[in-house]
């Protein structure tokens, strides 16, 4: 048996899912912005409390390790790791564009999704970066990488040979509004797919079995960019 723990936090969405053997048993989330450091802890409590279960009767803990935003990434390993810490148990990261597309395809078969057919689309989730750039990543409709992930400048030129082909590009993601008007091709799909700890569940589980995790003591988020400081404007004297 395997009983994972999922904590995604890499957007303004908070979200922690607790899953056995790959499917889904509980799940908390919000979409408060800043909310991170007071909220995913209390999730984490109450999913336990659900289940009559403390911290070292899981068998692992796994998060979304990035791209995504500096504080909310930090915030979520910080959490996985003393979890992981004070229960001696293995930490799992997943690609937070590949959670995202699970999720997507989940929707997908709940029939909430917005189009009629997936199979043989490529997806192309979007992770806000700012101005006119995103995080992403192009895959298969089976969630299999067709490309490295991307800090990618969004240009009337972006992804043209996906937006003309035949098998149709599905966009989605917080970053994806920014590319609506580049992207008008008639088989260009636009569709609102929220970030949560479930798109872990899957990820996490063929993980575990294979035994991929992380090193506890050095592992950190995928920021994909550096972090920058900027100094403040304001003068304080």
Do not use: W
């Not at 709940?110 to 979007?126: S, T, Y």
């Not at 636009?190 to 589980?205: I, N, T």
């Amino acid at each position: 048996m395997a009983l994972i723990l999922c904590i995604e936090a890499g957007t303004d969405v908070g979200s922690v899912a607790l899953a056995k053997n790959g499917t889904l048993l509980s799940l908390r989330e919000s979409l408060e912005e800043k909310q991170h450091a007071r909220n995913l802890a209390v999730y984490v409590s109450e999913i336990l409390k659900e289940y009559d279960l403390n911290a070292k009767d899981l068998d692992a803990v796994a998060v979304g390790k990035g791209p995504g935003s500096y504080t909310g990434l930090r915030i979520a390993v910080s959490l996985a790791k003393g979890i992981c810490y004070g229960a001696s148990i293995p930490l799992i990261a997943v690609n937070s564009l590949e959670a995202l597309c699970r999720v997507a395809l989940e929707d997908f078969d709940a029939g909430i999704l917005g189009i009629d057919e997936i199979e043989g689309m490529r997806l192309l989730p979007m992770i806000d970066a700012r101005r006119m750039e995103v995080y992403c990543q192009l895959f298969d409709a089976q969630v299999h990488p067709l490309t490295e992930v991307t800090a990618h400048v969004l240009t009337q030129e972006s992804f043209l040979e996906e937006r003309t082909a035949p098998e149709g590009l599905l966009v989605f993601g917080n970053g994806a509004g920014k590319c609506r008007e580049l992207f008008s091709e008639p088989n260009v799909h636009f569709v609102e797919v929220v970030p949560s700890a479930r798109g872990l569940v899957k990820p996490a589980f063929e993980a575990y079995k294979n035994g991929i995790f992380e090193d506890t003591a050095y592992f950190e988020p995928f920021y994909l960019k550096n972090f920058v400081v900027k100094p403040s404007s304001k003068k304080i004297f």
